[in-house]
């Protein structure tokens, strides 16, 4: 899979999710294996070129982070093209521009999807970030602003007329928020407006069959996945092993979900320190948990956590809890495990207009979205 002159190992992306994929994230993600690129949180592009200390935290890597993408929001042409000319020259592999973001204070500065009704204006401020760099500059944006206004397809034309190198959209529009399903055909018509750069399909991808029937339904070169990516940081390796030999690995056992959670809060602590880090945190050990089995103690005690003793002191307690839940072979009984994901698209056949409930689609429904399209995350 190539990004312009970016060679990438696989076509499978992280998606941005502010507040999340932070660094001690995307190198859990690597260890394991299996993604192509990861993109960082949004980043004001004005911030960074102010030098603001949280700008920078957002855009900290190290070598083990590669290749990595810094996505800048922003309206001001001369701001963005400097700040993606900043990103070039300390060695950030590609620049992403959000156009999808449906938060007020990304919006109301004319950033985020209001780009996506401003085709000449957009057109002209993603020219200026091309002809400034060399890397490769992508685009993230919805499918349009809400279901009567599917501008993606025109967008993406575009702006891959002026120069970028991809485009990523996430099937759903402005409107729709976080909600509602993902839309398949909607993804499929902007692989169809463009004529030779990559499509990356987003949305709702929780599973490596998921995945598949992303590839399939729309013709996308890639797919990128954010919240699945914190219920699963495998589905990245699982997905590649998937899509190479058909064969559906297994999810990991308890004990390397646990592994993996301690890996994950060790970075937190290292790049953060202890006091943020463990408060980071918090919100980070519950999305392992989804997947544990019966939780709530460890959920209940884990919000609380100041230090990494506390943590492990949670995790043990935890852990002899648990037992009562498991047979003889230390696995979760029957009616303890849990049914696998199934992602919007993938609930009625053949990509469902319609949300039928299940019992996993009704674990679907707890992953914490933003309360609102306009409002927040
Ligand atoms: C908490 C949260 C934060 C997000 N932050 C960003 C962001 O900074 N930039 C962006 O383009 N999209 C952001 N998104 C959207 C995701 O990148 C992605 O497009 C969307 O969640 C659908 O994909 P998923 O179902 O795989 O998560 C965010 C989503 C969530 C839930």
Known sequence: MRLGSLQLASNLFLSPLAGYTNLPFRLVGREIGGVGLCTTDLVNARSLLEKNPKAFKLIETRPADAPLAVQLFGSVPEEMRDAAAYLESIGVASVDINMGCPVKKVCKVGGGSAM???????????????????????????????????????????????????????????????????????????????????????????????????????GCAGVSIGRGAFYDPWIFKRTGDFLATNN??????????????????????????????????????????????????????????????????????????????????????PRFQQAPMIASFMQSPPYGDEVQRSPASAQRQNIPVPKGPVEMW
């Not at 759903?172 to 509602?180: I, N």
């Not at 004529?195 to 709702?204: A, E, L, Q, R």
């Not at 994950?264 to 948990?289: N, Q, S, T």
């Open 248 to 333: 559906l690995p297994p999810e990991p056992p308890f004990a390397e979900r646990v592994r993996v959670m301690c890996r994950h809060l060790d970075l937190m602590v290292e790049i953060f320190g202890e006091e943020l880090g463990c408060r980071m945190f918090r919100k980070v050990a519950p999305w392992y948990a989804k997947r544990f089995g019966p939780a709530n103690v460890f959920n209940k005690r884990v919000v609380h956590i100041a230090t990494r003793a506390e943590f492990h002191s949670v995790l043990t307690d935890y852990i002899a809890w648990r037992q009562q839940f498991l047979d003889e072979r230390g696995e979760l009984l």
């Open 116 to 218: 996506m009704t401003e085709l000449g204006k957009t057109a002209a401020l993603v020219r200026g970030m091309v002809n400034a760099v060399k890397i490769p500059v992508t685009a993230k944006m919805r499918l349009g602003w809400d279901a009567d206004n599917l501008t993606a397809p025109d967008l993406a034309r575009t702006l891959e007329d002026v120069g970028v190198a991809a485009i990523f959209v996430h099937g759903r529009t402005r409107e729709q928020g976080f909600a509602g399903t993902v839309n398949l055909a909607g993804i499929r018509a902007v692989v169809a407006a463009v004529k030779t750069i990559p499509v990356i399909g987003n949305g709702d991808i929780v599973t490596p069959e998921a995945a598949k029937t992303m590839f399939d339904a729309t």
